[in-house]
């Protein structure tokens, strides 16, 4: 059972580059979520999809975008990666999205220099 | 806007002892709340959901209360272990779409 994947591992990344983390769940969950994390600042919401098709923006979206073509994979895209935007960033997956638990991957960290 | 805080970055105790970890929110009222433990380089894991008509809820060495008078949660683990070293990241559901607004979270360590 593999959960939640994440990839890559770790990036380093030039400013100004594209990069897109990939997500992918094997348990048909219907929601799913990209979030960062940075030292005191805690975990923040970046976007979610609550089913294929749909998307929304959470706490803190602006420079990314994500797609949610089909029930497995969330990919999250940075367009031009700026030094701001070196994080850990976490996906994770929940059942329905509402009063649902969520399950975490293992993570990216990302250096933009 | 919505405000969720986390008493305190790091708490150590001695094993065997009970940790308690507080969790205050303001300027809204969640409908549930949600508490995860997350170790050094990894996502974090789903411990307790506790739900706002409900005052506790136990599972094993855990323990989670809600007091929506208060705008709190508290979390407690009894008779502590090494092993629960951790952070421990407090989660009320914000806005509609179900989403989270995590704590920025509370390390514990447990010393033996």
């Known amino acids: 059972i593999a959960g939640i994947t994440q990839a890559p591992t770790s990036q380093i990344l030039a400013a100004g580059r594209r990069m897109t983390l990939r997500c992918t769940q094997d348990?048909?969950?219907?929601?799913m979520y990209w979030y960062r994390q940075d030292l005191g600042l805690g975990l923040r919401l970046i976007h979610y999809s609550n089913t294929a098709g749909t998307t929304g923006k959470g706490e803190v979206p602006d420079g990314y975008s994500v797609s949610r073509a089909n029930t497995d994979d969330f990919p999250l895209t940075l367009a031009s990666a700026v030094p701001s935007q070196t994080s850990v960033y976490f996906c994770?997956?929940?059942?329905?999205?509402?009063?649902?638990?969520?399950?975490f991957g293992p993570g990216t960290r990302l250096t933009v220099l | 806007s919505q405000k969720i805080e986390q008493n305190s970055e790091a708490l150590n105790i001695q094993e065997g002892k009970t940790a308690t970890l507080t969790c205050n929110y303001t300027n809204y009222s969640p409908a549930y709340l949600q508490w995860y433990r997350q170790d050094p380089g990894r996502g974090p894991v789903f411990l307790l959901l506790i739900r706002e008509n409900e005052k506790e809820k136990r599972k094993e060495r855990l323990k989670v209360t809600f007091d929506t008078t208060l705008k709190q949660s508290l979390f407690h683990i009894t008779a502590s272990q090494p092993a629960d070293s951790a952070t421990y990241l407090c989660?009320?559901?914000?806005?509609?779409?179900?989403?989270?607004?995590f704590g920025k979270g509370t390390k514990l360590s447990v010393k033996p």
């Open positions: 989660a009320p559901l914000w806005g509609s779409q179900g989403n989270l607004i």
């Open positions: 994770a997956s929940s059942p329905s999205g509402d009063w649902d638990t969520q399950y």
């Open positions: 348990m048909r969950h219907n929601a």
